[in-house]
């Protein structure tokens, strides 16, 4: 079965540090990978997607992320955290095996804490 | 519009009454997903309409959800007899027809209406 894993409910950096928010898949075919970020009280936010080539692959608010397909893995990272990146992050896979419905599969979420 | 808008962002209901929860899509977007964000449980697939195909049901936890899309944009996500189990944010997204040689869409999401059943 499809599933998508986000093994830290919480992460906490320091301003101006690097951050990873971790996320691993399992589908049966190939995947289509997201990432969305919930500010408090707000809807999902579209940061970036993987759909084939480059597997580092460049979003919104200076975000990125590698796409590792031995590890089966979709890390999320930005090279300087800021405070206002505080919010809850969410990594999802589109199963291209799922025919027409595009639904997505999605991770329980990671809360990510800047400390200033 | 400029993005998916869902109304009300709030309700608070009796249990055992009717619900009604409103998305309208991004203006052009023939694909609709309604999806349920219960805490610590992630998101939960509920429905989703593409253009004129008959609906993909498949996440509709029991047969008191319902949902119809009128005229190929507003969706209405009807809740009968709501349980205390239905607390929730519901939460809509709408999407593009893929272009061709396009080989996924992105889903962009409303603001979601917080159900809460006393």
């Known amino acids: 079965a499809q599933s998508v894993a986000q093994p830290e409910d919480q992460v906490n950096v320091a301003e101006g540090n690097p951050l990873t928010v971790k996320c691993t898949y399992s589908v049966s075919g190939n995947p289509y990978l997201f990432w969305y970020v919930q500010y408090p009280n707000r809807g999902l936010q579209f940061l970036l997607k993987?759909?084939?080539?480059d597997n580092l692959v460049k979003g919104s608010y200076g975000f990125e992320a590698e796409f590792n397909k031995s590890q089966t893995s979709f890390h999320l990272k930005k090279p300087s955290a800021l405070v206002s990146d505080s919010a809850l992050y969410f990594c999802a896979v589109r199963d291209v095996g799922a025919g027409n419905n595009r639904k997505l599969i999605w991770g329980l979420g990671t809360s990510l804490a800047v400390n200033p | 519009g400029a993005g998916v808008s869902q109304s009300p962002s709030n309700k608070v209901t009796e249990k055992g009454k009717d619900v009604e929860l409103r998305c309208d899509p991004i203006s052009g977007h023939t694909a609709l997903y309604w999806y349920r964000q219960s805490l610590g449980q992630g998101l939960e697939f509920l429905i989703y309409f593409q253009g004129n195909s008959a609906p993909d049901k498949s996440g509709l936890p029991s047969d008191r959800f319902s949902a119809e899309r009128t005229g190929g944009s507003v969706s209405t996500l009807t809740i009968q007899r709501t349980q205390q189990e239905d607390s929730a944010v519901y939460l809509c997204?709408?999407?593009?027809?893929?272009?061709?040689?396009?080989?996924?869409?992105?889903?962009?999401f409303g603001p979601g209406t917080r159900l809460t059943v006393l």
């Open positions: 993987y759909i084939t080539g």
């Open positions: 997204a709408s999407s593009s027809t893929l272009a061709v040689g396009q080989r996924t869409d992105t889903q962009y």
